[in-house]
């Protein structure tokens, strides 16, 4: 069974760097094809794709936030790391991470998502 | 690359069938047949229901059912039930090698 989990802080101050951590189980991140998304849902409910990570560390970044984005990912630990720098209130959302895998055009299955409020 | 277009809303009898479209460019639904449909429930995580336009993963309802035409992606969701009622996303592959996602359309059974 794969589940993943996100954490981090609930709050962050406008032009702080937010950081994240998914934390999976159920697969790894050394297996060919594997990768782990990360999807943010707007409080008005709007889904956005900010990138991908695959095993072979590719990333693949949103081309409106690829300049504040990275992913890191520690195979050991089985961990993905989100760093998103420059925060602003519009980037108040809820944060998911999914397992993907490269042949595959979906997300699945997804963790619970975290909420990250931005404000002073 | 900007959001895929669905409607706000749809609504439908128990037992009827409605359909959600999604419409994008020829940059994302057009070029490629790597539309997914997701359904979320209030406070949960989407799930996947269609993916590839018109595949079912397992354990999906045969109710749920999808296709595309030209920049357009279809849902049909045939028997409404009451445990349908639920927000569906769209969201397809791009050029830009990630996804993008519909608005989002709620689903309400009446």
């Known amino acids: 069974q794969i589940t993943l989990k996100e954490s981090g802080p609930t709050v962050v101050r406008p032009t702080q760097t937010l950081t994240l951590t998914c934390t999976f189980s159920?697969?790894?991140?050394?297996?060919?094809?594997?990768?782990v998304g990360w999807i943010r849902q707007t409080p008005e409910k709007a889904l956005e794709c900010l990138g991908i990570?695959?095993?072979?560390?590719?990333?693949r970044y949103s081309p409106s936030l690829k300049n504040r984005l990275t992913f890191t990912k520690d195979t050991s630990k089985n961990q993905v790391v989100l760093t998103m720098t420059d925060m602003d209130p519009v980037d108040t959302a809820t944060y998911f991470c999914?397992?993907?895998?490269?042949?595959?055009?979906?997300?699945?299955?997804w963790g619970q998502g975290t909420l990250v409020t931005v404000s002073s | 690359q900007s959001a895929l277009t669905q409607p706000a809303s749809v609504s439908g009898s128990r037992g009827q069938s409605i359909t959600i479209s999604c419409t994008g460019t020829?940059?994302?639904?057009?070029?490629?047949?790597?539309v997914s449909w997701y359904q979320q429930h209030p406070d949960r995580a989407p799930k996947v229901m269609i993916y590839?336009?018109?595949n079912r993963p397992s354990g999906v309802s045969n109710r749920f059912s999808g296709s595309k035409s030209g920049n357009t992606a279809s849902l049909t969701i045939s028997g409404l039930q009451a445990e349908d009622e639920a927000d569906y996303y769209c969201?397809?592959?791009?050029?830009?090698?990630?996804?993008?996602f519909g608005t989002g359309t709620k689903v309400t059974v009446l």
């Open positions: 999914a397992h993907k895998v490269l042949s595959y055009s979906y997300f699945d299955p």
């Open positions: 159920g697969f790894s991140l050394t297996t060919s094809g594997v990768g």
């Open positions: 990570i695959y095993w072979n560390d590719e990333k």
């Open positions: 020829s940059s994302d639904v057009g070029g490629y047949n790597y």
């Open positions: 590839d336009v018109s």
């Open positions: 969201s397809s592959y791009a050029s830009s090698r990630t996804y993008v």
